[in-house]
């Protein structure tokens, strides 16, 4: 048995375009970012159905004679308590009749007291800290803020526990960035170092297969500007 991991960053932000580290901050979606996430929900329902037809219909059909269609929505749909996030998990679950569950561990990290400025305004007015951080981003926590590490440690407890819920199915975790970023790296056994190489857009959906634990990444980073705008309304047959 395998569960299937929806990892959606949430939709875009008010205020986006000034590149400022929102991190904890409470930022609602924009309007943009709310059509942005409802592609994103449309790409997941239509990806379900047409994997559960890939999947199943073919050898049921020639065994059975007729398909009894598997299920093909998602059980469960977990998000940070940030309304950006929670706004975005109430879009993602709607079509399947879930309310989502909040998790706090899967926050954005916390930046201290760089929250709120951009990166120029950070390396003019905290030059010292700011180097600090850049020679050792892991460790380095920004003043009242969190380490990677540390924002590493909760994430994955946290998902550990999603994950031991959910021996099969499919569920959708929607987060953040940076969370985002840790959990593949995570999954996909690659240092932490180099979490910036992984990129995740507004809305972004990446696909995890998980065969007893065994994590296969099945896409990563589809930016909703790719997904075709159609809704998952095919019927499971024997044709």
């Known amino acids: 048995m395998a569960t299937t991991v929806y990892l959606i960053r949430h939709g875009e932000t008010e205020g986006s375009g000034e590149k400022r580290y929102k991190g904890s901050i409470d930022v609602p979606l924009s309007e943009r970012g709310v059509e942005q996430i409802r592609r994103s929900s449309r790409f997941i329902t239509y990806n379900l159905l047409s994997k559960a037809v ?15 269609a598997p299920e093909n929505g998602l059980s469960a749909v977990y998000c940070s308590p940030l309304s950006r996030a929670l706004k975005s998990a109430e879009i993602i679950a709607e079509p399947h009749g879930l309310p989502p569950i909040v998790i706090p561990d899967i926050r ?3 930046f201290g007291i760089w929250e709120g400025m951009t990166f120029t305004e950070i390396k003019e007015k905290h ?8 020679n050792n981003p892991l460790d380095y926590s920004p003043i009242e803020g969190e380490s990677t590490l540390a924002v590493k440690e ?7 526990e999603i994950l031991s819920s959910h021996p099969d199915g499919s569920i959708a975790i929607v987060a953040h960035g940076g ?3 840790v959990i593949l790296c995570h999954l996909l056994g690659i240092p932490l170092e180099n979490i910036f190489r992984i990129e995740q857009d507004f809305a972004a959906v990446n696909i995890i297969e998980l065969w007893e634990r065994y994590p296969v990444v099945k896409a990563l980073n589809l930016s909703p500007l790719h997904f075709r705008d159609e809704t998952a309304q095919k019927e499971l047959s024997c044709g």
């Not at 030059?127 to 850049?134: D, K, L, N, T, Y």
């Not at 909760?154 to 998902?159: G, Q």
């Open 54 to 68: 890939s999947k199943y219909a073919g050898y049921l059909c020639d065994l059975h004679g007729k398909a009894e």
């Open 154 to 160: 909760r994430v994955i407890r946290a998902l550990d």
């Open 108 to 110: 954005e990290r916390s």
């Open 179 to 181: 969370v985002n970023r």
């Open 127 to 134: 030059p010292v800290e700011f180097e600090a951080w850049a």
